[in-house]
T-cell receptor, first 112, second 114 residues
Framework: AQSVSQHNHHVILSEAASLELGCNYS??????LFWYVQYPGQHLQLLLK??????LVKGIKGFEAEFIKSKFSFNLRKPSVQWSDTAEYFC??????????FGAGTRLTVKP | DVKVTQSSRYLVKRTGEKVFLECVQD?????MFWYRQDPGLGLRLIYF???????EKGDIPEGYSVSREKKERFSLILESASTNQTSMYLC?????????????FGQGTRLTVV
């Protein structure tokens, strides 16, 4: 089965700083890749997804991610974070067997 | 609007009780999932189902079972609740194939076993 690693457990940034959250997966087949966000007290919401085509995908709220197949990576980026981006971010991978697995999550704190 | 509904937001159960967590989706999705979410561990897959009466084990199925008698409903059963099953439980659903296979999540059930 596939697995997902998120290397940053807690990231603290000031407003307007740039963000990059790492995500690596292990799976030999075709994958669908996702980033989800969980704001305090809310359910998980999809930020963006990759399933084919352009490896640079754009999502909601100014987020983007780049799929690098050779590195098994799908890092999340945002050029300038806002206080409202404070949340927990989860990377997920779905393989051919339809199960979806998540990383341990990265908690982002943005200081105003 | 897409909806995944979990029957309870909060539950408190006693050790040894049999516990049922219910999940219903209204999107005609084939896939349904149960996860538990614990701080520092992220979401761990307990079971998933890709069709009625079908089930597949995830990474941590011990102590749990599932039931899917209808396409829209997926139940998680704790046969004999234990304190180490205190957690947030998340249900999700998705289409089986195609590009739009992202999972949609319910609000979660916070289960406390005392």
């Amino acid at each position: 089965a596939q697995s997902v690693s998120q290397h940053n457990h807690h990231v603290i940034l000031s407003e307007a700083a740039s963000l990059e959250l790492g995500c690596n997966y292990s799976y030999g087949g075709t994958v669908n890749l996702f980033w989800y966000v969980q704001y305090p007290g809310q359910h998980l919401q999809l930020l963006l997804k990759y399933f084919s085509g352009d490896p640079l995908v754009k999502g909601i709220k100014g987020f983007e991610a780049e799929f690098i197949k050779s590195k098994f990576s799908f890092n999340l980026r945002k050029p300038s974070v806002q206080w409202s981006d404070t949340a927990e971010y989860f990377c997920a991978v779905k393989g051919n067997n339809n199960d979806m697995r998540f990383g341990a999550g990265t908690r982002l704190t943005v200081k105003p | 609007d897409v909806k995944v509904t979990q029957s309870s937001r909060y539950l408190v159960k006693r050790t040894g009780e049999k516990v049922f967590l219910e999940c219903v989706q209204d999107m005609d999705h084939e896939n349904m999932f149960w996860y538990r979410q614990d701080p520092g561990l992220g979401l761990r897959l307990i079971y998933f189902s890709y069709d009625v009466k079908m089930k597949e084990k995830g990474d941590i199925p011990e102590g749990y079972s599932v039931s899917r008698e209808k396409k829209e409903r997926f139940s998680l059963i704790l046969e004999s609740a234990s304190t180490n099953q205190t957690s947030m439980y998340l249900c999700a659903s998705s289409f089986l194939r195609g590009g739009a296979t992202e999972a949609f999540f319910g609000q979660g059930t916070r289960l406390t076993v005392v």
